[in-house]
C-alpha cells in the first residue's frame, strides 16, 4: 500500500506499520468521542469569535505603551468568552505557566494569608514559587504561608483533612488539574468542581485556583465552568495550538483578573499597557486552532499507551481509562529502553530530526535526565515531544503532536527504535 510506502520512507518497517494498525482498529470509538469533543470545542471557540467581532484590526502590531491595542483587549474578551469567566488576562507580556500562576497567586494573596493545596505538592516550579523550597521573592518571602493536604492513597480528596487544614487565613486555594510529572490521577474537570464546591462549603469566600497546565479543549467543560475563580495556564501547552511563540492566560472574576494585571504591570496601569508586538496572529489563529492540536495530541497519547501498554509496559494512564490531560507516562524499564524511545521521537520531528538525544545531568535532578523535542517553538511541550529523568521505574513522560498523524509517525518511530535495539520483539 502506498501509505506503507510512505512509512517506510521515513525509516518505519512494515512490522511496526501493521502493529500500529492493528492497535489503532480497537481505538475508532474513542478517537471519535475525542473528534466529537473538538468539533464542540471548535463551535465554542468560532462562536468566541464572531461574538467578539474579531477582524484584521486585530492582527496589527503595537509597540511602546500599547494604549489601546485593540487585538490584545479582544484576544482577551475572545478568552474570557471561551472560559466563561468575567475577565481574562492573556499577553506576551506573561512568560510561561509558572509565571501567570506567580502572577494570579502573588496578585491574590496578601502578607498573612494562607495559600492551601489539598491535592499534594504542587508543580516542581511552583515550589520555589511559594516557598516549600526556599528562593528570594517566595510567596513565603512576603509572609504568605503554605499548607497541603496529601490525597489519599487511592488518590482520591482527603475531605475531612481539608476541612481541618481551612481556616480564618485561608485566603486561596490552588488545584492542579494534571498530574505533572508525578504519580498521582489527573482530575476530571468533574472531580474538580466537587472539590471547589466542598472547599466553598466551609469557606464561602475562599478563591479557588485551577492550574489547568495540559488540560485545556481536553473535556467540553473547563474549570472555571465548574466554580473555579481563576483558572491559569501556559500558551505554549494546549491554548496556544503549537502557533504562539510565548504567552500565558489567566481567566477568572473581574475582581481576581484585575487584581493579577496590576501585579504583572503597576497598580494603576493594569491592562491598559502592554503593546502586542506584532504576536496577535500567532496568538489568535492558535487558539482558533487549539480544539483541533488538544483532541491529536489526545489521540497520540491514547495511541501509545494502547501500543506500549500491549508491549508489556506499564502506562500511567493505562490504556483504556478516560482522559483529562495530554500527558502520558510510560515505564520503559530501562535507561537503553529510554534513549531508544527519545530517539525514536526526535527522529520523526520536522525540526532537529538529525539530532541523537542523550541523557545528561539536569540542575535540580539527582538524575540524568534524557529529553527529545524538535519543535518549531522551543521548549513548547503542546508539540511532540519527550522526557524523562533516568532512574527507576524508567519512565518516559510523552506528550503533544500537533496534528495526530504526526504524533503516530513518533510513536511508531519509537517502537522502531526499541525494535531496532533488539528491546520489544513483536
Ligand atoms: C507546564 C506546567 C506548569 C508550568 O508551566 P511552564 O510554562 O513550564 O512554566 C505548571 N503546572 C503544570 C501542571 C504544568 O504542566
Redesign the pocket.
Known sequence: MKLNKMYQGLGISPAVYEYGEAVLKDLRERFDAIDQAAEYNQAKVLSAFQKNRVDAACFAATTGYGYNDVGREKLELVYADVFHTEAALVRPQIT??????TVALSANLLPGDELLSPVGA??D??QEVIGIRPSPCSLAEYGVSYRQVELLADGTFDYEGIRAAIHEKTKLITI?????YATRPTFSVAQIGELIAFCKSVKPDVICMV?N??GEFIDTVEPSDVGADMVV??L??NPGGGLAPIG?YICGTKACVDRCAYRLSAPGLGQEVGANLGLMPALFQGFFLAPTVSAGALKGAIFAANIYERLGFRCVPNATEPRHDI?QAVELGSREAMVAFCKGIQAAAPVDSYVTPEPWPMPGYDSDVIMAAGAFVQ?S?IELSADGPIREPYAIYFQGGLTWYHAKVGILMSLQKMVEAGLVTL
Open positions: 510561561c505557566g509558572t509565571h501567570a500562576l504542587p508543580y516550579t511552583l492542579q488539574r494534571s498530574k505533572g492550574d497546565c495540559y495556564g501556559s505554549i501547552k500565558g500527558i521548549g511541550s
